[in-house]
């Protein structure tokens, strides 16, 4: 039997699997590379991954996960910054979170965006400036909100909620990191405006991995949770959202085409310090760790500088 070079070249990749859990890392060789995270026993974390099969390819196109594993110095965001062209949010889409902030529940989504150098790493810390930080009688109100965030895989317009999971590479855990005082209070009148109260440079870690829609079928499954400084905030499940991932993609394309790498923040559960009687605001020092089931969890210091 005779083999082409072509096909010789195929049977000697050495192929593995389809990609479950995306991560973007630095290795102990210094040099970047996309990988399917292997986990250690009895987590589903991928933040405390420290080896992973290396992809070669495209994550958000063709790709091929080989059997070289490398180790994980340092995980990256998921995709480079400039690789996701919109970073698109949803506001009040837990009904416990309108009523905390006193908010009449939607009846569509609402939307808006962060710019995608809002976008930051897992673990490094999200930085705050002084025109964020305590002045004269303005008080720095920075607060926390932990989401389930959608990663788009290709091109949608105008599509159905039945069509929308198709569309979709994975799911990952966001903060959308908000400074009050910004938003509401220096807000605009008579509802708050949102780009100044949380569009800052790194004031949205994601990650630490974008895990398939093979591993996750049903995104409305799942417990996410916020702690500060390991102290629980807030503990609740994706099944309580308004909106659902499948409806939020579908709005999201009416009339704006979702692109390869776009990803959408899906709105915060209740447990903010917005509405709270004595809100604890962060400070410069403070941990926040947001997490996502099966996912895994950021975990960054705010850093005033």
């Not at 920075?142 to 039945?162: Q, R, S």
């Not at 509401?184 to 004031?203: E, H, L, T």
Request: proline letters at 7%; aromatic letters at 10%.
């Amino acid at each position: 039997m005779h083999l082409s070079l072509k096909t010789l070249l195929l049977l000697s990749l050495p192929l593995f699997s389809n990609g479950e859990r995306f991560v973007r890392f630095i290795s102990t060789d210094n040099k970047e590379y996309y990988g399917d995270a292997i986990l250690p026993a009895n987590t589903t974390d991928a933040s405390k991954s420290v080896q992973a099969r290396v992809i070669q390819g495209d994550i958000l196109g063709d790709f091929t996960v080989t059997k070289q594993v490398k180790p994980i110095k340092k995980l990256l965001a998921p995709l480079p910054n400039e690789r996701v062209r919109t970073v698109r949010c949803v506001g009040f889409n837990y009904v416990a979170h309108s009523e905390e902030a006193n908010v009449t529940i939607p009846q569509w989504p609402i939307l808006f965006y962060k710019p995608w150098t809002a976008l930051n790493t897992p673990s490094d810390p999200i930085p705050i400036t002084a025109g964020y930080q305590t002045q004269g009688n303005f008080t720095s109100t920075m607060d926390y909100e932990t989401e389930l965030v959608v990663v788009i895989k290709k091109k949608a317009f105008n599509i159905t909620d039945d069509e929308a999971l198709d569309h979709v590479l994975g799911y990952t855990v966001g903060h959308d990191v908000s400074h009050r005082g910004w938003q509401i209070d220096r807000g605009g009148q008579p509802q708050p405006q949102y780009s100044m109260g949380k569009g800052a440079d790194g004031w949205a870690p994601w990650g630490p991995a974008i895990v398939s829609t093979s591993l996750i079928p049903d995104p409305q499954t799942l417990n996410l949770w916020t702690k500060v400084n390991g102290v629980m905030q807030q503990n609740d499940t994706t099944a309580n959202m308004i909106f659902g991932v499948k409806h939020l993609v579908s709005f999201f394309s009416m009339g704006i085409t979702l692109l390869p790498g776009d990803v959408i923040f899906t709105g915060t559960p209740s447990g903010v310090n917005l509405g709270k009687t004595n809100p604890q605001w962060l400070v410069d020092g403070d941990v926040v760790e947001v997490g996502l089931e099966n996912v895994g969890t950021c975990t960054n210091a705010l850093k005033y500088v």
